[in-house]
């Protein structure tokens, strides 16, 4: 019995096994495999166990009404100041970065998310500031931030937010990341979903200006960045490729990190952290799971992978990490998801994506037999399979420039974009 390698794939490791059993050409009877729920079905259900622990989004979504205040012009770039309405009662803050050459032409944009700063927030991602208020920008390694300057120098329009009760977003107790007021205010949402939130706000607000592609942004982010990154990729369907670099994509249960208690003692945890810290409850939700190790938790972050597909999503970290959070496990049973991919109502489609993307008429070009119909049978075929990547890179956890270079080509790849300096890769060459 042949099978090929995409509906082995498929199968799951339990019916490739007994394919190749020793009973096998014998008479003994093969157990029936367990019925196949269709995936539109299964992502309905994935999502759903998500949302039952982030809290569902408001369905009071009020006017943007943005605000812009150009600050400067440097090298070719010119930074605005701006802000938005997430909430009725709340604003995102922001720099956005417009290249020159966005202005001839519609360009992609990315939004930028910084890692865990010590107030820091989007100023640290664009590279005016070091990890705290008054540390010079090129710190002492691991060198992570920047790159949303790095990214607009390389072509690339892009929003650098500062995530809820950091920097400008600091609550009324004036302590960074303190979510006490948040929880008193939203008691059944979570500043997971309040952020993944305010990316779906700052989507908005980027199809709002006449120099973004409205159909080319992307999403990426370091450590605390690029674990909401994926969430941003999974619940924003808007996101065409998102970068996760960093990010603890595995549940800490040996630690109340993901679910403190309002009157947490950080003494649990050796002491205060570095910095003006308040008790930064992740999901309230979650705690059970930290309080009773032994419950099962209803998803883990390879079913936030699968909510992502079939769009691209590169997924980055050290191989420490890689190994630690369990990572490669958990991208080889999204990459199933990824590998099996067939388009069906309601959900993107692999093959119209290929045929909108800029690349698409080079494809033709280069081949010149195939006809548009058969190179749409060619996409059917290759499906999503290419879609899900990974890439690891020694030493610590950090952003070091070999991994900024895959991430600059990633976008590159699925954008159909052509770097604005494609001799040197400024601020990443160290």
Same mark, same amino acid.
């Given at each position: 019995?042949?099978?090929?390698?995409?509906?082995?794939?498929?199968?799951?490791?339990?019916?490739?096994?007994?394919?190749?059993?020793?009973?096998?050409?014998?008479?003994?009877?093969?157990?029936?495999?367990?019925?196949?729920?269709?995936?539109?079905? %299964?992502?309905?259900?994935?999502?759903?166990?998500?949302?039952?622990?982030?809290?569902?989004?408001p369905?009071?979504?009020?006017?943007?009404?943005?605000?812009?205040?150009?600050?400067?012009?440097?090298?070719?770039?010119?930074?605005?100041?701006v802000?938005?309405?997430?909430?009725?009662d709340?604003?995102?803050?922001?720099?956005?970065?417009? =290249?020159?050459?966005?202005?001839?032409?519609?360009?992609?944009?990315?939004?930028?998310?910084?890692?865990?700063?010590?107030?820091t927030?989007?100023?640290?991602?664009?590279?005016?500031?070091?990890?705290? *208020?008054?540390?010079?920008?090129?710190? *002492? *390694? *691991?060198?992570?931030?920047?790159?949303?300057?790095?990214?607009?120098?390389?072509?690339?329009?892009?929003?650098?937010i500062?995530?809820?009760?950091?920097?400008? %977003?600091?609550?009324?107790?004036?302590?960074?990341?303190?979510?006490?007021?948040?929880?008193?205010?939203?008691?059944?949402? #979570?500043?997971?979903?309040?952020?993944?939130?305010?990316?779906?706000?700052?989507?908005?607000?980027?199809?709002?200006?006449?120099?973004?592609?409205?159909?080319?942004?992307?999403?990426?982010?370091?450590?605390?960045?690029?674990?909401?990154?994926?969430?941003?990729?999974?619940?924003?369907? %808007?996101l065409?490729?998102?970068?996760?670099?960093?990010?603890?994509?595995?549940?800490?249960?040996? #630690?109340?990190?993901?679910?403190?208690?309002?009157?947490?003692?950080?003494?649990?945890?050796?002491?205060k952290?570095?910095?003006?810290?308040?008790?930064?409850t992740?999901?309230?939700?979650?705690?059970?799971?930290?309080?009773?190790?032994?419950? =099962?938790?209803?998803?883990?972050?390879?079913?936030?992978?699968?909510?992502?597909?079939?769009r691209p999503?590169?997924?980055?970290?050290?191989e420490?990490?890689?190994?630690?959070?369990?990572?490669?496990?958990?991208?080889?049973r999204?990459?199933?998801?990824?590998?099996?991919?067939?388009?069906?109502?309601?959900?993107? #489609?692999?093959?119209?994506?290929?045929?909108?993307?800029?690349?698409?008429?080079?494809?033709?070009?280069?081949?010149?037999?195939?006809?548009?119909?058969?190179?749409?049978?060619?996409y059917?075929?290759?499906?999503?399979?290419?879609?899900?990547?990974?890439?690891?890179?020694?030493?610590?956890?950090?952003?070091?420039?070999?991994?900024?270079?895959?991430?600059?080509?990633?976008?590159?790849?699925?954008?159909?974009?052509?770097?604005?300096?494609?001799?040197?890769?400024?601020?990443?060459?160290?």
């Amino acid at each position: 019995m042949k099978v090929s390698r995409r509906k082995m794939l498929g199968m799951g490791a339990t019916a490739v096994t007994g394919m190749i059993s020793p009973t096998m050409g014998l008479a003994a009877e093969t157990p029936a495999p367990p019925p196949v729920i269709p995936w539109p079905q %299964r992502r309905k259900e994935i999502e759903r166990k998500w949302l039952d622990l982030l809290g569902d989004f408001p369905t009071d979504i009020p006017p943007l009404k943005p605000e812009m205040k150009q600050v400067e012009v440097k090298d070719g770039i010119t930074r605005y100041h701006v802000s938005f309405q997430s909430e009725p009662d709340d604003r995102v803050t922001a720099w956005l970065l417009v =290249p020159e050459g966005a202005r001839k032409q519609p360009a992609p944009a990315i939004i930028c998310i910084h890692g865990t700063t010590y107030g820091t927030g989007k100023d640290w991602t664009i590279g005016l500031a070091g990890l705290a *208020p008054g540390d010079p920008p090129d710190g *002492p *390694p *691991p060198k992570a931030g920047g790159y949303g300057r790095e990214l607009a120098r390389w072509g690339y329009v892009t929003l650098s937010i500062d995530l809820a009760l950091v920097n400008e %977003r600091t609550p009324e107790s004036r302590l960074i990341y303190d979510s006490s007021a948040f929880y008193r205010k939203h008691p059944d949402w #979570s500043i997971v979903g309040k952020n993944n939130w305010d990316a779906q706000r700052s989507v908005d607000f980027l199809q709002t200006l006449d120099f973004v592609d409205p159909k080319r942004i992307g999403c990426v982010g370091h450590s605390v960045g690029g674990h909401y990154t994926l969430f941003a990729a999974a619940f924003e369907p %808007r996101l065409t490729a998102s970068v996760s670099n960093g990010g603890v994509l595995d549940w800490v249960r040996n #630690s109340p990190h993901w679910a403190r208690p309002e009157n947490y003692d950080f003494k649990a945890e050796g002491g205060k952290p570095p910095g003006n810290f308040g008790v930064y409850t992740y999901i309230k939700k979650f705690r059970p799971y930290v309080e009773d190790k032994n419950k =099962p938790v209803p998803v883990d972050f390879d079913s936030l992978m699968m909510l992502v597909a079939p769009r691209p999503l590169l997924v980055m970290n050290s191989e420490y990490e890689f190994v630690s959070h369990h990572t490669m496990e958990k991208l080889l049973r999204a990459l199933e998801v990824y590998a099996n991919w067939q388009d069906a109502d309601g959900l993107p #489609s692999v093959v119209a994506s290929r045929e909108a993307n800029p690349g698409h008429a080079k494809t033709l070009d280069g081949y010149k037999a195939y006809t548009p119909e058969k190179m749409r049978d060619v996409y059917a075929r290759l499906g999503a399979g290419d879609r899900l990547a990974w890439f690891s890179y020694p030493g610590p956890h950090a952003y070091p420039p070999a991994a900024k270079r895959f991430s600059f080509a990633w976008f590159d790849r699925w954008f159909g974009h052509t770097p604005a300096v494609p001799s040197i890769w400024p601020g990443v060459n160290a």
